[in-house]
């Protein structure tokens, strides 16, 4: 079934499925997006908790999470969920091999710990690799969405910067709205990938929603190509001029 906003009919949720969750900020604009990490059927909309994985950060795998507003499936063969539980697994290694590591040389305290915790999150790009200086992934939520189901060779989304809408400061803090107050820090901005003035080219959370609402073999098929309004699911037109005075 092609991804739904839930509320009203009965959701049936299996593991490795998407949940989208709305900006606190403005009704339908898709602040955030995880991976079911349990199978859950659903009556009604009446919050509940639900175990996800997803990217916050730091990285939680297996968390309690109070439900989102939206729903989205492939309908994934065995094959896909092996490869992504063991994606899954390798990015959590990569992260706790990381603290022993500084546990070991005696550099881990609450500073560092947090420090470390906010080092595996990035804007842009929506992933960064691991390099001889950080042996360990940077995602966006969006990102850590993209690239778990990329393992299991499903391509949701166009992630080709030049390929993505160009998203406005305005339209970050709606996006962001947990980073709102550093959203204004140039130093914060260039540290997660938005140098310069904007507007950036983001893979937002609303484009992985939008693009599970194909039928599963669009989706198998060919990469959802975004377009401005796709912040919000569904898809609405653009809620800001084109204009870096709109913030």
Known sequence: MPAQRIGGASVN????????????????????????AQALSLSQSTPISIRVTHMVPPLLANAPYTLGQCHGAVGL?????????????????????EEARRRAAGTWNPATRD???????????????PDGTRPYHQFSCAGFVAETYGEADIVLVETREAELPPCYLATLKIAYSHLSTHLDDIAFLAEKGLDGEGPWRILLP??????????????????????????????????????????
């Open 13 to 36: 949720i299996a593991i490795y499925d998407v949940l989208g969750f709305d900006s606190p900020h403005q009704p339908a604009f898709v602040g955030h997006v995880a991976i079911a």
């Open 77 to 97: 063969e065995e094959v896909m969920m092996r490869r992504i539980a063991t994606f899954v697994r390798q990015i959590r290694s990569e992260y706790e091999a």
């Open 115 to 129: 420090r470390f915790r906010a080092d595996q999150y990035t804007i842009r790009p929506h992933v960064r690799w």
């Open 206 to 247: 609303g484009y992985i929603m939008n693009s599970l609402g194909r039928s599963r073999d669009d989706i198998l098929a060919t990469p959802y190509q975004a377009v401005a309004g796709d912040e919000f699911f569904p898809s609405k037109p653009p809620i800001h001029k084109q204009d870096r005075g709109n913030v």
